[in-house]
């Protein structure tokens, strides 16, 4: 592993189905975040996490949860998804500091 | 709270320098600028950092005036493999909490860049 790895690169899932998306970073960065890009309207922050243990709201929360256990993992989880959640999901880290983020390569989620 | 305004898209040629103008009128004190690049199917790379006056590396500059209440982009000789959008995100990276718009990417410029 080198950086962020995202789990599963695509996915369909059926309307009312529970879904966690996977994210593990080997960079030993406090700061993780989820955030979701759809087009026309940019990258939009999910939930995000200062350092392990810890977890806040971002713009668009509804619909979604995360837990933050241990420092490399930070999953997200859909607990009944919907249509308007099909998306393509980015789980991003940060060492803090004033440094920038590190992006994994995206989930890219269909709700059917 | 910071918010970002830049251009939608951009078009500039082959070997051309090209700057991008981020406004960001209600930057806070401890808040950074950072831009990202990202290409179609991937998540977004960062490229440069900066607090103020000017930053360079390898790849960009960044030109930040005293007031900070704007940045720039500068990309030297670009090529058709810069062709991309490029995101300006303002906040501070150490203050996740108390309201989410400093981690906000906003649209971004779709730069084009043509042979």
């Known amino acids: 592993i080198a950086g962020i790895t995202q789990a599963p690169t695509s996915q369909i899932l059926a309307a009312g189905r529970r879904m966690t998306l996977r994210c593990t970073q080997d960079?030993?960065?406090?700061?993780m975040y989820w955030y979701r890009q759809d087009l026309g309207l940019g990258l939009r922050l999910i939930h995000y996490?200062?350092?392990?243990?810890?977890?806040g709201k971002g713009e668009v929360p509804d619909g979604y949860s995360v837990s933050r256990a241990n420092t490399d993992d930070f999953p997200l989880t859909l607990a009944s998804a919907v249509p308007s959640q099909t998306s393509v999901y980015f789980c991003?880290?940060?060492?803090?500091?004033?440094?920038?983020?590190?992006f994994g390569s995206g989930t890219r989620l269909t709700v059917v | 709270l910071a918010k970002t305004t830049q251009p939608i898209s951009m078009d500039s040629y082959e070997g051309q320098e090209v700057n991008i103008t981020c406004s960001h009128n209600n930057i806070a004190t401890n808040d950074y600028i950072t831009w990202y690049q990202q290409f179609p199917s991937q998540g977004p790379r960062f490229i440069i950092q900066?607090?103020?006056t000017k930053v360079t590396n390898e790849v960009a500059s960044l030109f930040i005036p005293a007031d900070r209440k704007s940045s720039t982009l500068s990309l030297p000789r670009v090529s058709l493999s810069d062709t991309a959008v490029y995101y300006c995100l303002v906040g501070d990276p150490l203050n996740s909490g108390g309201g989410a718009d400093g981690l906000t990417f906003g649209k971004g410029t779709h730069l084009i860049i043509q042979p």
């Open positions: 900066g607090y103020k």
């Open positions: 991003a880290s940060s060492e803090g500091l004033g440094r920038g983020y590190t």
């Open positions: 996490s200062n350092t392990a243990g810890t977890t």
């Open positions: 960079m030993r960065h406090n700061a």
